[in-house]
């Protein structure tokens, strides 16, 4: 058995706790062929209708995709749309032992609406005031009785109201006092509230954001991550750089590894499939060189399908394997 294959291999007994806003993602597929005579925009003529798990739900499919065993801590409001993301959950064969109901709040669902292989619209429905105490002290308690079972803890944020400052802060201090590595993909909100983690994930967007310094002008991404590593007291700083690769950096050296040519279909869901290889490789303690390069990898061939879909493990391998990773 090859190094690489020996690594997904060991996937395969491995668990990941996943922390973070879970969301239903809708699609509306058709063909356009005229405009509407009521406005500037195009007619869709529906042909199908989907649904798919999204969000920190995302991770937990790619997760499985890869062989390892995920389990989702998440909220959903006590709606209909709660209860079909946990029917898509048991569909998928992953635990909703995590998953707790919050009856003050809406499920959020993102709804694409998609002709002629072209992303026309995107609907929202979401709410995004941080959890009340009482719900985040329940979730809470779910993660403390789940934390021996994990060999990595995954921070998924995307802003809708899970991930409080005092529930990263307590969660972290548990994972700390249980030698239980930590990953975070975030968000602006509480962007610098991920104190000590083991591998910070942000896109170049974001750190700059996170700085309030101007998207258009040229930034030293290296010098940047150098600093969020410094203000987070993590160890590793992951920033993906879309066309331009990706970056990793800890106290040990820098690496800037270049994106592969793909062609391009549609970039939903690729930060999920990142995020998800990279977790997995800090839970076997990977060299980081590897780490970045099958994460990068991964956000690449997903892009090259349509909707947000969870990476395929034997593409992955097969093609980690021809550009000789590891």
């Known amino acids: 058995m090859s190094k690489l294959a020996s690594i997904f291999d060991k996937w395969e007994s491995t668990t990941a706790l996943i922390i973070g806003d879970s969301m239903i993602d809708a699609y509306f597929y058709g063909k356009s062929t005229r405009n509407s005579p009521e406005a500037p925009v195009p007619i869709i003529n529906l042909s199908k209708k989907e ?17 390892a065993t995920p389990i989702l801590c998440s909220i959903v409001g006590h709606d209909r749309n709660g209860s ?4 898509l959950l048991d569909q ?9 109901e919050d009856e003050s709040r809406c499920t959020t669902v993102k709804t694409r609406v998609i002709g002629n292989n072209q992303h026309f619209l995107r609907i929202d429905e979401e709410e995004t005031n941080l959890i009340n105490t009482d719900v985040e002290n329940q979730l809470f308690t779910t993660i403390s009785s789940l934390i021996r079972t994990a060999d990595v803890l995954i921070f ?3 802003n809708k109201g899970v991930l409080s400052p005092s529930l990263i802060k307590n969660v972290t201090q548990l994972c700390n006092n249980s030698n239980v590595p930590i990953v975070v993909d975030p968000k602006h909100n509480q962007f610098f509230d991920y104190q000590n983690c083991t591998l910070f994930k942000p896109n170049r967007k974001e750190i700059v954001e996170a700085y309030q310094l101007k998207e258009e002008d040229n930034h030293n991404m290296q010098s940047l991550a150098q600093q969020l590593r410094a203000d987070l007291n993590a160890k590793n700083v992951m920033t993906t750089l879309s066309e331009d690769g990706v970056i990793i950096i800890n106290d040990q050296g820098y690496h800037h590894l270049l994106a592969h040519p793909r062609k391009i279909l549609d970039v939903s869901g690729a930060g999920d499939s990142v995020l998800s290889v990279a977790a997995l490789c800090v839970a076997l303690k990977l060299p980081n060189p ?19 879909v969870p ?9 980690a394997t021809r550009l000789e990773m590891g």
């Open 92 to 100: 998928e064969g992953l635990s909703t032992q995590g998953i707790i």
């Open 290 to 308: 590897l780490i970045a390069g099958l994460a990068n990898l991964a956000g690449g061939l997903v892009c090259e399908k349509i909707g947000v």
């Open 84 to 87: 079909q993301l946990k029917s």
């Open 51 to 67: 649904r798919r798990l999204g969000g920190a739900a995302n991770v937990a499919l790619n997760i499985k995709a890869l062989g």
């Open 311 to 319: 990476i395929d493990k034997g593409q992955l391998l097969d093609e």
């Open 156 to 158: 998924q944020d995307y």
